[in-house]
């Protein structure tokens, strides 16, 4: 199969601190992995990309500053809330993608990340 | 990637089939049909995917018209837990994220 672990699956900070999302991928090595998060009773949003070894890509409106991304290795991507304020409490989920033989699993997720910053 | 349009809300009695449309009307050629579904409060769960044909695996069957303008996912015997949000999604496979829509709330009842 094809397995993205995400951890913590909750998270309460203080405003000001600082939080740190791992998504790992079990059972196959990713070069890319995606971040998203979700506010409640609305659709995924993506944030970023995550690519091994070099920089993550952000999308238009998503602070590279604040939503640090590190991929280090070929299953491990790292999100890194910064200074996090109570706007920044939401789901945050973690995907990747498996391909090859002998079947395409398509893209992966981790079970989600609830912040929720106080 | 093609933009996909889906109802908002479905309902479906337990037991009988539970069928979700989309439209994709501008799709590419090299692009997959791709379905999910995310449980309340979880991450999204792959369902299947194709280009062409049907598919058919332990979850679900994909239909895809001819004309690859819409295709239809569906759940052969709905219980309570296929209650869930279902994300129709077409993309490339050169690896670039997933881009999700709104989806469809499915709601199955007793």
């Known amino acids: 199969g094809a397995v993205v672990s995400q951890h913590p699956s909750r998270v309460i900070c203080k405003s000001g601190t600082s939080v740190k999302i791992e998504c790992r991928s079990l059972d196959f090595q990713a070069t890319t992995m995606f971040w998203y998060r979700q506010f409640p009773k609305k659709s995924l949003m993506l944030m970023a990309t995550?690519?091994?070894?070099?920089?993550?890509?952000?999308e238009q409106g998503v602070e590279k500053d604040k939503f640090l991304i590190n991929h280090a290795s070929l299953t491990l991507s790292t999100l890194t809330v910064t200074s996090a304020h109570p706007e920044d409490s939401s789901f945050y989920i973690c995907?990747?993608?498996?391909?090859?033989?002998?079947?395409?699993?398509?893209?992966?997720f981790g079970s989600g990340t609830r912040l929720t910053v106080v | 990637d093609a933009k996909t349009t889906q109802p908002p809300s479905m309902d479906c009695a337990e037991g009988r089939a539970a069928n979700l449309p989309c439209n994709h009307s501008?799709?590419?050629?090299?692009?997959?049909v791709y379905w999910y579904r995310q449980i309340h409060s979880q991450g999204p769960q792959y369902i299947i995917h194709g280009l062409k044909n049907n598919e058919t695996n332990e979850m679900a069957s994909l239909i895809i018209t001819e004309d690859r303008k819409s295709s239809t996912l569906i759940l052969p015997h709905a219980t309570l837990r296929d209650t869930a949000v279902y994300y129709c999604i077409a993309a490339n496979q050169a690896g670039t994220a997933l881009i999700f829509g709104k989806g469809t709330t499915l709601s199955v009842s007793s």
């Open positions: 995907s990747a993608r498996k391909q090859g033989q002998p079947r395409d699993y398509g893209y992966t």
């Open positions: 995550s690519n091994e070894g070099s920089k993550a890509t952000y």
């Open positions: 501008t799709i590419s050629g090299n692009e997959y």
